[in-house]
DNA sequence: GTCAATTATATAGGCTCCTATATATTAAAT
DNA sequence: ATTTAATATATAGGAGCCTATATAATTGAC
């Protein structure tokens, strides 16, 4: 509520010729930390909605990827959710610490394992769903679909635009 | 660039009379899951560029809130950062131990101190916007100032939506 | 077949952030 | 003044993510 920010650039000091203007240290009007607030709303939003059913946000690509009861590698989860393989490791391992999912050794590849959801996960599904439903619309209310929509397009634009950076510095 | 989610809800069974429709699944063009990863993105982009300068992600706030060599509490901080308190004592302490904040007891309150930039950090601040518009303008590359603008207002209104989630809960 | 890449996990270490709780100090109430 | 409530930090514990690196198994080139 507090509003210290907006008026706040007093000592801008001409004395700098800097490509920069002031008003790009205006954090709140520029998209990353609008975008960041919300990854930590949506964190909590998500934490509050599935800590009753025993699952956290950081499972539900797990969940969704498994959900019809099929077997994936720690890999393959990894590249679907779209975070490390390390990350995900660490998540698997706090689920297989849960009794959420089972691993069971890959036949076909001696270093890798199938991981697949236990009944006792695939169980937590409906109310899953409902959850996800709910949440979904307590974060976008107020919205018209079209602005759901355009904020998707927004977004997904910008995440492409941050996938090409961390490539093209490899390319570079 | 793997597609396999796009034609995924295969096994929707139409045995559950849940209110939730089975594309309610399809995480990746709901707003939730673009978000977060532009979030992480970001970070991502943010501790690339900000690495060479000896600061990071997190510290970025409290660069900007004592950019022109106040003090504040660290509550003040935290406040106007809009993270919790335990959450900036943690990044205070990182940029103390790194030498770029100082802490002095607050003459007027006991329990409070009041955290500074030092000149090593102060010297930091016109690499770091140049990074910080070098960042921005990678984010937003293609993008009209009217998208910009647009993204900004969807984004507000979806932090007062999450914002407003938790005080109600609270309310309740 | 052997040796060198490549690939799947595992591990180590760090950052950011959260909740819950303890401690100290100040402010308010009586 | 004393007791109580509010406030400022500190600490403990955990989730989620990342990078860098080690280990083991598989594939490919010879």
Redesign the pocket.
């Given at each position: 509520m507090t509003d210290s920010r907006t008026g706040g650039g007093a000592a801008a000091a001409a004395d700098e010729p800097s490509a920069v203007p002031d008003n790009e240290w205006e954090l709140l009007n520029t998209p990353a930390p609008l975008i960041?607030m919300a990854s930590?709303g949506l964190?909590?939003l998500a934490?509050r909605r599935l800590k009753p059913f025993g699952a956290?946000?950081?499972?539900l690509?797990v969940f969704y990827l498994l959900r019809d009861g099929g077997a994936m590698?720690?890999?393959?989860l990894?590249r679907l959710?779209?975070?490390?393989?390390?990350?995900?490791?660490?998540?698997?391992?706090?689920m297989e610490r849960d009794g959420l999912v089972r691993?069971v050794p890959?036949p076909?590849?001696?270093?890798?394992?199938?991981?697949s959801l236990t009944r006792k996960a695939l169980a937590k599904m409906p109310a899953l769903r409902e959850a996800l439903h709910a949440g979904r619309a307590e974060l976008v209310e107020g919205f018209s679909e079209a602005e759901v929509a355009t904020l998707c397009d927004l977004l997904q634009r910008l995440n492409r635009n941050l996938e090409r950076g961390?490539t093209s510095e490899i390319a570079e």
């Open positions: 960041n930590r964190m909590r934490e956290s946000a950081g499972q690509p590698s720690q890999r393959d990894a959710a779209r975070i490390e393989q390390p990350s995900m490791a660490q998540t698997l391992a706090r691993r890959d076909k590849d001696g270093r890798s394992s199938l991981v961390v």
